[in-house]
């Protein structure tokens, strides 16, 4: 059974950095390309970051191009965001998300979710 | 590159049909026959229900159908029922600014 399941959500300053990770159960990472979405409160979906089944690709949305990066622990199966120069835009419930083998566009699993505030 | 364009609510009675409206561009929508629909409950997972604008995933009921015309995509809901009621959200494959758009999300009431 196909899981995703997303931590290090928490309270932080602006300019300041967190670490997301998403545990994969059910699938193993290295098969698959992943993606992270947030949703800002209030707000509709925003694609954020993906990676290549292979980790070699990653692709970014020019919103945190250059602040975040998409990374992933084969050894634990697990995906993680780094995110660095934090604003207060960024306070947001990211989700990771599976890409379907059909198309990197097919979102065809994801977590719950963890929520990022940036507040001073 | 902005968001598709989603009503904001839509409400049916149980049994009824509903149908959610996706409109984007020529850069997304018009574009491609890549688009998905996602329906969310709040504070649990979203889940694919639809993608290539017609196609439904294993398990996922058949009450639920899609479909496209031009740059407007749409999702109909038959035989409403209250577990149906949630958010729902259209995505698409994007050749502009960002790969993946999303719409700005459509909340269903069951009446």
């Known amino acids: 059974q196909v899981q995703l399941v997303e931590s290090g959500g928490g309270v932080v300053q602006p300019g300041r950095s967190l670490r997301l990770s998403c545990a994969a159960y059910g699938f193993t990472l290295s098969n698959y390309p992943m993606h992270w979405v947030r949703q800002a409160p209030g707000k509709g979906l925003e694609w954020v970051a993906d990676?290549?089944?292979?980790?070699?690709?990653?692709y970014y949305a020019d919103s945190v191009q250059g602040r975040f990066t998409i990374s992933r622990d084969i050894s634990k199966n697990t995906l993680h965001l780094q995110m660095n120069s934090l604003r207060t835009e960024d306070t947001a419930v990211y989700y990771c998300?599976?890409?379907?083998?059909?198309?990197?566009?097919?979102?065809?699993?994801w977590g719950q979710g963890t929520l990022v505030t940036v507040s001073s | 590159q902005s968001a598709l364009t989603q009503p904001a609510s839509v409400s049916g009675s149980p049994g009824q049909s509903i149908t959610i409206s996706c409109t984007g561009t020529t850069s997304d929508v018009g574009g491609y026959n890549y688009v998905s629909w996602y329906q969310h409950h709040p504070g649990k997972a979203p889940k694919l229900i639809i993608y290539?604008?017609?196609n439904r995933p294993s398990g996922v009921s058949n009450r639920f159908s899609g479909s496209k015309s031009g740059s407007t995509a749409s999702l109909t809901i038959s035989g409403l029922q209250a577990e149906d009621e949630a958010d729902y959200y259209c995505s698409s494959y994007a050749s502009i600014s960002t790969p993946y758009v999303f719409g700005t999300g459509t909340k269903v009431t069951v009446l």
């Open positions: 290539d604008v017609t």
């Open positions: 990676i290549s089944h292979d980790g070699l690709n990653q």
């Open positions: 998300a599976r890409a379907n083998p059909s198309g990197w566009h097919i979102f065809d699993f």
